[in-house]
């Protein structure tokens, strides 16, 4: 597996975090503490949160309340502080990174003449308050993300981790009953239809609604600069997954092998993490297990020593098309990624998409 961040800071926690274990572990009150320590409740707060700096008599009155040493307490907010500021510096190099024109074009962000606050419009945006939260979730989703994908993909983190956001928001943002393994299986039929419908603005809603029922949220978001995704997929909670997908090569074909391949993910392997798929094949057991699950819901296996024996002519391709029910331009993708004719051949017959601005 490959890792999705490079930057990997060394962590400290706030010593606020370790008053508060010790005060949750002898069952003291943030008042009982404040009053002991000649605090008001609001630098407790503070204190608790990392964003007051323990001072010598500050660290006395630890000693004397808490226990640990003076020079513990102090030694403890000192490596805290280093470390944080060295962090900050990092954070603001990986930000840095971001495909900022790209996401403020596509309404992601704001933008203000005023940079003083970019930090903070970054961490909004990624869903977190400070670099703590952001360490920690954005760590998470470099340890479980499964890519397959190419070398360009993987160097550039900040623009895969803003779409994975998007995504995120996205389907926050649609209704979903509960996670239903079955049904969601049994309405792959129904989805499958679909494939024939010629405008997106027509299958879209359709197929968002009847992934809906089942628990899965389809979100559409189209890919930053230096962000070569075609679909993602993975569980937001044990009850609501997501299939994300970017459109990438507006083509019919890729679409909806993409959407499948997601499909077979959730299906066959859930809670191993996030797939993300990219620009070129890296086959694992996972890969070659949705690949396969994708193939075989679009053309069926029985079906599928047909496409060896097929005329290459657009009449014959678009008539064993419609016996499945499927779309030409996925006929010729399957034939394509087979080998049984060459990328540059029947690409007349796929149904090409754009983004309307």
Known sequence: MNR????????VSAPGETIADILKERNITKSVFAQEMELSEQMVGTLLQGESEITINLARRLEKFLGGSIEFWMLRDHNYREVATNLSS???????????????????IERHSDHSN???????????????????KYSNIRNSVSFRTSKAFISHPASIAAWLRKGELFADSIQCKNWNLINFQESLTEIRQLTYLKDP????????????????????????????ASGASYFLTDKKAII????????????????????????????????????????????????????EILIPKEKRPI???????????????????????????????SKIIGREQLNRLKRRYRWVD
């Open 201 to 228: 603005s027509r299958f879209l809603p359709k197929l968002m609604q009847i992934a809906a029922e089942s628990g899965v949220a389809i979100a559409i978001v189209r890919t930053p600069s230096k962000c070569h």
């Open 244 to 295: 994300q997908l970017s459109f990438r090569y507006l083509t019919d074909d890729h679409f909806w092998f993409t959407l499948f391949h997601e499909a077979g993910h959730l299906i066959l392997h859930k809670g191993k993490g996030i797939f993300l798929e990219g620009s070129s094949i890296s086959e694992n057991v996972e890969e070659t297990e949705a690949n396969n699950f994708a193939s």
């Open 90 to 108: 990092e954070i603001s190099k990986w930000f840095s990174d971001l495909p900022i024109s790209d996401l403020i074009k596509y309404g992601w």
């Open 307 to 337: 496409l060896k024996t097929l005329p290459v002519s657009s009449k014959d391709i678009i008539r064993f098309a419609t016996e499945l029910g499927i779309s030409p331009g996925i006929v010729v993708g399957q034939m394509q990624y």
């Open 118 to 136: 970019d930090l903070e419009i970054y961490l909004n945006f990624f869903g977190v308050r400070n670099k703590e939260q952001w360490v920690k």
């Open 4 to 11: 999705m961040v490079s930057f990997q800071p060394t962590w």
